[in-house]
């Protein structure tokens, strides 16, 4: 009977965390859902060769995305020591908005002086948008919407992260219908910069909203520097900078590539599949940020019994995400593809279902101990592994691609997991764990 009434108790008041976990899943199932019903209504909008065009260009919304400088997983951990201790976070939030200001000019003059070098770099092979500002307008707004997401990191340290996870998923749900609306109403078909334009400038607009209600309490004092705080946030934030940036040459260097090495029919291809795998990540990948500041109290807290719990299950769990999913995927596969891309030839081999199948193997396991070691600060064996994982990755997968095509791009990425972080990150845990319960023992 008192199990039966603890279950239920549970059940009224769940662990914020779990609540955080759940609003995750619901919200980028529904942003992965939309990205891969989107696929169709684009392909129907732009056709395969402006389709390759756009994905390649919104690629590039996570290498902006690194403007931010890592303020927002510093501020996230930095606000989570401080409700542990019970001390105020205010001064860590106006140091943020500050670094945040600076940042934001610096990255639009460097958007101003290599627009124009990327886009010609990037879309040579792409006549449609070839004598358009594309890079620099998209590139204006992935900055701003860059340095407002930095809130999101400051709810999930609130341990109100279904915040952060309903606002992008509403941010998508506006871009579906209006591409749906553009798609049916609009005369002129095959613009790019419309198509791109729909699926960005609401995710800014939305996440604007939290953003000014977080920091407007620092906005009155933004001139009012305090330079040790600056410096203890910056100090922080470019370690997750650094690890950010190599972190994006390891898996953000896909598109770039391929739109050097292999053809628009191709590229579709590989960005159906993606977000179909993007979907079953993103399952897990919710648990992990609902985890993270849950694994900086517990750390605060030296609870490590119940933090190797959680990793082992969160490891268990995406697993079976992955392998019921990607049957799923491969099963159904030829009606998946007449409903998303209908008119053209693409058709996936089962190779490349293993190759992703596989490569979302690695993500799962790789990420979930770096989540654990992002979340207590133990950055170093980043810097000193994943420039050799980003080597590895840029490497292999433009000679690959050569070579093998979008399996090229797949055997390139999973090398790089294999020879670098896939026995680091887990070898660097255990050896945090065994210390403690050496340090602990000697202190008994």
């Known amino acids: 009977m008192k199990k039966i009434k603890a279950v239920l108790n549970h059940l009224k008041n769940p662990p914020r965390h779990l609540v955080v976990a759940a609003s995750a899943w619901i919200a980028r199932i529904i942003t992965a859902l939309i990205g891969i019903i989107s696929v169709r209504t684009l392909l129907l909008y732009l056709g395969e060769e402006r389709y390759a065009a756009y994905a390649i260009v919104y690629s590039l919304i996570g290498w902006f995305a690194l403007c931010d400088l890592g303020i927002g997983f510093s501020l996230q951990n930095f606000i989570s020591e401080c409700r542990a201790r019970n001390e105020s976070y205010t001064r860590y939030l106006k140091s943020a908005l500050q670094v945040i200001c600076a940042a934001f000019i610096v990255s ?25 500002n594309i890079i620099l307008i998209l590139g204006f707004i992935f900055i701003l919407t860059a340095f407002a997401n930095v809130v999101y990191r400051v709810y999930y340290a609130l341990q109100k992260g ?8 509403l941010a998508n749900t506006v871009s579906m219908i209006a591409i749906v609306l553009f798609n049916r109403y609009y005369p002129v078909k095959g ?35 305090n330079y040790p705080d600056i410096k203890e946030l910056i100090t922080r934030s470019l370690k997750f900078s650094g690890f950010a940036v190599m972190a994006a040459a390891t898996l953000g260097i896909d598109y770039i590539i391929m739109s050097q090495t292999i053809n628009a ?22 648990v992990l940020m609902a985890a993270w500041p849950v694994f900086s109290e517990l750390n605060v807290n030296r609870q490590f019994l119940v933090i190797k719990k959680m990793i082992v299950k969160y490891i268990i769990f995406g697993f079976f995400i992955i392998t019921a999913g990607a049957a799923l995927f491969y099963i159904f596969s030829d009606n998946i593809i007449k409903i998303l891309a209908p008119n053209t030839n693409i058709a996936p081999s089962t190779v490349i279902f293993m190759l992703f199948g596989i490569y979302s193997f690695l ?31 840029i490497t292999a997968q433009y ?9 090229g791009i797949l055997l390139g990425l999973i090398a790089s997991f294999i020879f670098t972080t896939f026995i680091a990150l887990p070898y660097k845990t255990y050896k945090i764990f065994k210390q403690t319960i050496i340090n602990d023992s000697g202190k008994l």
Not at 202 to 223: H, V
Request: aromatic residues 14%; contains cysteine; positive net charge.
């Open 399 to 407: 000679f690959l691609s050569i070579k093998y095509g979008v399996h």
């Open 265 to 286: 029919a191709s590229i579709a291809e590989y960005n159906i599949l993606n977000k179909l795998f993007v979907l079953l990540l993103s399952i897990h990948s919710a």
């Open 162 to 169: 279904y915040i952060s996870n309903i606002f992008p998923a």
């Open 108 to 132: 639009c003059a460097a958007l101003l002086c290599f627009s124009g070098v990327i886009q010609d770099k990037l879309l040579v092979n792409y006549e449609s948008v070839k004598n358009s």
């Open 363 to 393: 993500i799962i396991w790789t990420s979930t101990f770096s989540v654990f070691l992002q979340s207590i600060n133990v950055l170093k064996i980043f810097w000193i592994f994943v420039p050799i994982q980003a080597l590895i990755s």
């Open 191 to 225: 613009n790019v910069l419309a198509a791109l334009l729909i699926f960005s400038v609401p995710q800014l607009t939305i996440a604007a909203i939290p953003f000014i209600k977080i920091f407007r309490q620092t906005f009155a004092g933004i001139f009012n520097i």
